[in-house]
T-cell receptor
Framework: EADIYQTPRYLVIGTGKKITLECSQT?????MYWYQQDPGMELHLIHY???????EKGDLSSESTVSRIRTEHFPLTLESARPSHTSQYLC????????????FGSGTQLSVL | RKEVEQDPGPFNVPEGATVAFNCTYS??????FFWYRQDCRKEPKLLMS???SGNEDGRFTAQLNRASQYISLLIRDSKLSDSATYLC???????????FGRGTSLIVHP
């Protein structure tokens, strides 16, 4: 069983609010990812990190930011939530750069009203 | 053109049937290939890696065709519990970023 946790599981929030989605893993993995997935659609990479103090933007243009101050923690922040941000956000980690085996958290379902 | 393409289906098959999915990728420098399974409203989980020589795990067989740039997944003796979406994942050459296909939906009925 994977040891990667996301909170909250569900979040309903009003437009303009600042939100932080939490992701933590206890496996000591260097590489971490944030994906966004709409129902029936593919996962889109929005941010990734190779390790502490490393963050990169993914393929999907996003108004979110991430930080990686500790190996185990990779939070995603939206400074001003909009209805277009409504989606499922999935955090994942992998053991090494060449590793394609990803461990996913249970996801955060975000609804912005 | 999308980097990883899959027929979204759904594939509707009876129990015991054999079903096969294909996935094509556009970047010839892609390094590694995987199949993931995603149940409704759940996170994806690794089903199996795909090796150049082809590999089998119980009722599941995966194959890679680098010349034609596609991978396949064959499921034999389908079970009701195989109903899920099967995601093709490709590690992008150079950056090794895992890139996901949209997934193929499989429904196994009694």
């Amino acid at each position: 069983e994977a040891d990667i946790y996301q909170t909250p599981r569900y979040l309903v929030i009003g437009t303009g609010k600042k939100i932080t989605l939490e992701c933590s893993q206890t496996m000591g993995h260097d590489k971490m990812y944030w994906y966004q997935q709409d129902p029936g659609m593919e996962l889109h990479l929005i941010h990734y990190s190779y390790g502490v103090n490393s963050t990169e933007k993914g393929d999907l243009s996003s108004e979110s930011t991430v930080s990686r101050i500790r190996t185990e923690h990779f939070p995603l922040t939206l400074e001003s939530a909009r209805p277009s941000h409504t989606s499922q956000y999935l955090c994942a980690s992998s053991e090494g750069i060449l590793e394609g085996k990803l461990f996913f958290g249970s996801g955060t379902q975000l609804s912005v009203l | 053109r999308k980097e990883v393409e899959q027929d979204p289906g759904p594939f509707n098959v009876p129990e015991g049937a054999t079903v096969a999915f294909n996935c094509t990728y556009s970047n010839s420098a892609s390094q590694s290939f995987f199949w993931y399974r995603q149940d409704c409203r759940k996170e994806p989980k690794l089903l199996m890696s795909v090796y150049s020589s082809g590999n089998e795990d119980g009722r599941f067989t995966a194959q890679l065709n680098r010349a034609s740039q596609y991978i396949s997944l064959l499921i034999r003796d389908s079970k009701l519990s195989d109903s899920a979406t099967y995601l093709c994942v490709v590690l992008r050459g150079g950056s090794y970023i895992p890139t996901f296909g949209r997934g193929t939906s499989l429904i196994v009925h009694p």
